[in-house]
Structure formats: C-alpha cells, structure tokens
C-alpha cells in the first residue's frame, strides 16, 4: 500500500488544499492529512478545530472516503510521522513560484533526515492557485463572500468567530 502525508497548517483548509488532496488520491492508496501543533505560529483556530474543520469539509461536504483518508495532528517532525505512519511520501502543495525556494529547502531537509522519504510537490487546478487560507482569513473578517474558497463547513466556522 502507498501512503503518503500531506502536513500543513490548514488553518482553514481551502479548495486549494483540497484540489492537492484529490490529485494525491489520485497516485496513494492512502493519504494522511497531518495538521501541525507547532506552537511557534500564530493559529486562527486551535488544532482541535482545524481537524473538526478538515473532517467535515472532506467527508461531510465533499463526501471523501474514510478509508483513503486520516487526518490527525503532530508536534514532531513530518519524517517521524512518515515513520509512525509507513508512508513512503510527503506530499506538498505549490502555488506560486515565491513558494518553491522555501518548499525546495524544506524537501532537501526531509532527505537528509530520512533518504527513503521522497516529497512530491503537486499544483491545485488553475482557479484555485490563488487561494491561501491568509487571505481567506482577511476576507472572511472583512465580511466578503468566501462561499468559492473554502467549503460550506469552514465558512460557518469563520463566520462564527468574526
């Protein structure tokens, strides 16, 4: 079986995030969905509500199978859950070209630490390369419409904390 982590932040999760996920089905037998705890970053919502927020936009408002995917949090290094998980990939989205020294970086780490890991970086589609979950923070707060962002699930949780 390949399996495969996807780690982020997804604070919230957008299409973007979820365009990543679909293609990464696509080639793994099971991806793992892995927010991070890292308490050196500043989170709009706490882990406990990004898993709420990503369990239900995927399989609630997608309908995305439980068996192809697992979400859950870690707090250590995305090699050591490769290893707790027996994935032979990370996975990691790229936007914009800005995104890809910091990403270029952050895979030559992976390596070093751990050379049978290799990290695939996928695109979104097109209309979602532009989607950050920065910005739909900024727009939700502003009280724009972010209904082509992100799923139904997360809009009502950013409507209910701004």
Do not use: W
Request: glycine share 4%; proline share 1%; hydrophobic share 40%.
């Amino acid at each position: 079986m390949k399996i495969a982590i996807y780690p982020g932040t997804f604070d919230p999760i957008t299409f973007g995030h979820i365009d990543v996920i679909k293609k990464s089905l696509n080639i793994f037998d099971k991806l793992i969905v892995a927010t991070s705890e890292n308490n050196d970053k500043d989170y709009y919502f706490s882990v406990d509500q990004r898993i709420d927020i990503i369990n239900n936009s995927l399989f609630k408002d997608l309908k995305f199978s439980k068996k192809k995917i697992k979400v859950v949090s870690f707090n250590n290094l995305t090699i050591e859950l490769c290893k707790k998980y027996k994935a032979s990939a990370i996975v990691r989205g790229l936007r914009a070209v800005s995104d890809f020294e910091y990403e270029f970086q952050l895979a030559g780490m992976n390596k070093k630490l751990n050379s049978k890991i290799e990290t695939m970086f996928l695109m979104s589609d097109v209309e979602n390369q532009i989607i950050s979950s920065k910005f739909v923070k900024e727009i939700a707060n502003l009280g724009g419409n972010i209904d082509r962002f992100v799923t139904k699930y997360a809009v009502k949780m950013l409507k209910n904390n701004y």
